[in-house]
């Protein structure tokens, strides 16, 4: 089992990177499916209520023996930064806090201070355990879709889905479907944000205790137009 560098950790990314961040965590021994206390959101501006909101779940008591909050965020106001502060300073309950933004030196000196910048693998994000290409997938029917789906959520012998693949794997569709969004807007202007949606409702609970990962997923096959 590899150790964490400390319990504040700053990664220099986007939300592309959640998946190797996550393989980071499963190196350290932390348990990825099913997990109630790991705790995965994106923010596109992680403002004082998001802080607030974290700062409530990182109070309540661990259900195993540590508690780990990834955030990605594309910026964090300065109010959000003050208002985590002693929280960082002292996680409580063994709480673990990764933070994913593109510029980690541009926070307040008080929050780096607090925090150990981590550099991650991000190749292994890129080659997930799985052949579903996100290109081909978009490519095919809604109903081949599903089909392709089964690649992606094999359970392994304790009935655990690879989440680090399908997080790779979503990270990998959003990206295309980015890409092709212009195309896309010009047959149906509805259909990116739909399946950027889906895409975004299946990345943000995929990892909940509990969460339907096979019908966020079949939901992402679905409503993806194809390209």
Request: zero cysteines.
């Amino acid at each position: 089992m590899n150790s964490l560098p400390g319990n504040v950790l700053l990664v220099a990314g986007s939300a592309d990177d959640v998946p190797a961040v996550l393989v980071l965590l499963a190196s350290a021994g932390i348990e990825l499916e099913a997990n109630p206390d790991l705790y995965v959101r994106h923010h596109r501006q992680f403002g004082i209520d998001d802080a607030q909101e974290l700062r409530a779940r990182a109070s309540t008591r661990a259900i195993g023996e540590r508690r780990v909050f990834v955030i990605s965020a594309g910026g964090m106001t300065s109010e959000a930064q003050n208002a985590l502060l002693k929280t960082l300073e002292e996680p409580p309950d063994n709480a673990l806090f990764i933070f994913i933004i593109p510029a980690p030196d541009a926070l307040l000196a008080t929050v780096r201070s607090r925090s150990q910048i981590v550099e991650i693998e991000r190749d292994i994000a890129d080659h997930p355990a799985t052949d579903l290409d996100a290109v081909a997938f978009l490519e095919t029917t809604p109903a081949r879709r599903i089909d392709l789906l089964k690649s992606v959520l094999q359970k392994d012998d304790d009935d655990k889905y690879n989440t680090g693949a399908i997080l790779a794997f979503l990270a990998s569709l959003e990206r295309h479907v980015a890409r092709s969004k212009t195309t896309m807007d010009l047959r149906d202007p509805s259909s990116a944000k739909e399946m950027l949606g889906a895409i975004y409702r299946a990345r943000m609970y995929a990892t909940d205790r509990g969460a339907l990962v096979k019908t966020l997923m079949e939901s992402v096959a679905l409503l993806a137009p194809m390209v």
